[in-house]
């Protein structure tokens, strides 16, 4: 007849410690791990908004640090002025600081400058056709490239063409990464990436990168508003981001904008006179140092 037999007290705590080892729930994981969208949804999505925006005008407020490295000179200006965009490839931003002009940019569709008051008067330009050609040390902030930071131009729907996009999606960032490609001889050149938040399809980050793959401008968008539409309804308002914070590593310039105001139109304004670039001869002829970019490029 057996008795009843108890366990050593050891295999008892050891039992019960392999029970509790299994019950204990996984760790919490950070980030997103829901439904994500296929990018064909996410293009559509973007183009939704982003085509009730043929134009913008809004006031700007600005902070920069404008290098010119071939001048071995560097400018901290501050003020503001106003940005007008008229969809797909037009921008103008001024900037003053009381009754001083600092700055004017921009891209008439075919090509673009800068002109920079400070110290030495000075004119760059030249053609968007041409823009990568060209090196964004040879200029100290390229408007081509505010152009597309603006995040406001419909993305191409033909997901095949030239630059392609690809997209993946960061659990830990919550974003749609999305990058363009364009094929160069026997490879791939990643032309630009943004960062579309996964809730909202913001886009938070845009990266443009030179043709040997270095970053020509960072930037970090932030403070999306609705912008007031007449005859829709505020569900249907399209939004914009209204700070910008830009920097370009090549020249190592640096710019923050705050736009305020935003609206679609201001008293008429932007119309086609907006974009019109100054005309480099009579500026010549005045005095400004002119530089054609894509002369100074091919020699």
């Given amino acids: ?156 729907s033909g997901l095949l063409d030239e630059p392609a996009p690809v997209m993946r999606f960061s659990n830990s960032a919550d974003v749609y990464m999305v990058v363009w490609q364009s094929r160069v001889g026997d490879h791939w050149d990643a032309v630009k990436e943004i960062w579309y938040d996964r809730a909202t399809l913001h886009p938070r980050r845009v990266v443009l990168f030179e043709p040997d793959g270095r970053v020509a401008i960072n930037a970090v968008l932030s403070n999306f508003v609705l912008v007031k539409t007449e005859g829709a309804s505020q569900e249907q308002w399209p939004y914009v981001a209204t700070k910008y914070d830009l920097s370009f590593p090549e020249s190592g310039s640096t710019m923050t904008l705050q736009l305020s105001d935003v609206s679609l139109t201001h008293g008429g304004f932007p119309k086609a006179v907006s974009y019109r670039m100054p005309d480099a001869a009579s500026l010549a002829a005045s005095g400004v140092k002119v530089i054609h970019l894509n002369e100074s490029n091919a020699n």
Avoid at 55 to 71: G, H, M, P
Avoid at 91 to 112: A, I, P, Q, S, W
Avoid at 133 to 143: F, L, Q
Wanted: aromatic share 8%; proline share 7%; with cysteine.
């Fill in 1 to 156: 007849m057996t008795g009843n037999r108890r366990l050593p007290l050891g295999m008892v705590v050891c039992a019960l410690g392999i029970l509790c080892a299994c019950a204990q729930t996984a760790p919490p994981r950070s980030g997103y791990f829901g439904p994500t969208l296929p990018l064909s949804d996410v293009v559509a999505q973007i183009n939704a908004n982003n085509s009730k925006i043929p134009t913008l005008w809004a006031r700007q407020d600005f902070e920069a640090t404008i290098v010119d490295v071939k001048a071995n000179k560097s400018h901290f200006v501050n003020g503001y002025g106003t940005l007008l965009y008229s969809s797909p490839d037009r921008l103008r931003l001024v900037g003053r600081k009381e009754v001083t002009d600092l700055f004017d940019m921009g891209t008439d569709g075919t090509n673009f400058w800068l002109r920079l008051v400070p110290d030495t008067d000075t004119f760059w330009w030249g053609s968007l056709s041409d823009a990568r050609k060209m090196g964004s040390g040879d200029i100290p902030i390229r408007p081509d490239l505010i152009l597309e930071v603006l995040g406001i131009r419909p993305i191409d």
